[in-house]
C-alpha cells in the first residue's frame, strides 16, 4: 500500500477543491454567455407616446405598441425612432 502523509494528502484535498471550483466557474461563464441577451436597435421598439420600450414577438418592420396602439417603427442606426399615430381601441 502506497503510504501518503497529512500533508500530501491536504494538498491533494485542496487541489481537488480548486479543480473542482474552476469547473463549476468555467461552466457558469459558460451559461452566461449562452443565455445572454443579443440585441441590437433593429429588434428594439420605442413608443414616443407612451414612451414604452419592447420587442416584438415576431420579427418585423412595422408593429402596434402594446399598451397604446400607436404604429412605431424601429430604431436606425441609433436615430431617434419614427412613430406614426394610429387608431385607438
Not at 420605442?46 to 416584438?56: A, G, R
Not at 402596434?64 to 441609433?78: A, F, K
Request: aromatic share 12%; glycine share 4%.
Amino acid at each position: 500500500m502506497i503510504g501518503i502523509g497529512f500533508a500530501e494528502f491536504f494538498s491533494f484535498l485542496l487541489m481537488l477543491t480548486m479543480l473542482y471550483i474552476a469547473l463549476l466557474w468555467f461552466r457558469e461563464n459558460r451559461r452566461q454567455r449562452k443565455n445572454e441577451w443579443q440585441l441590437s436597435n433593429r429588434k428594439l421598439f420605442h413608443c414616443n407616446t407612451c414612451h414604452l420600450s419592447f420587442i416584438p414577438k415576431h420579427p418585423v418592420s412595422l408593429c402596434r405598441c402594446p399598451r397604446c396602439n400607436t404604429v412605431c417603427i424601429p430604431r436606425r442606426d441609433g436615430n431617434e425612432p419614427v412613430v406614426k399615430n394610429g387608431r385607438t381601441k
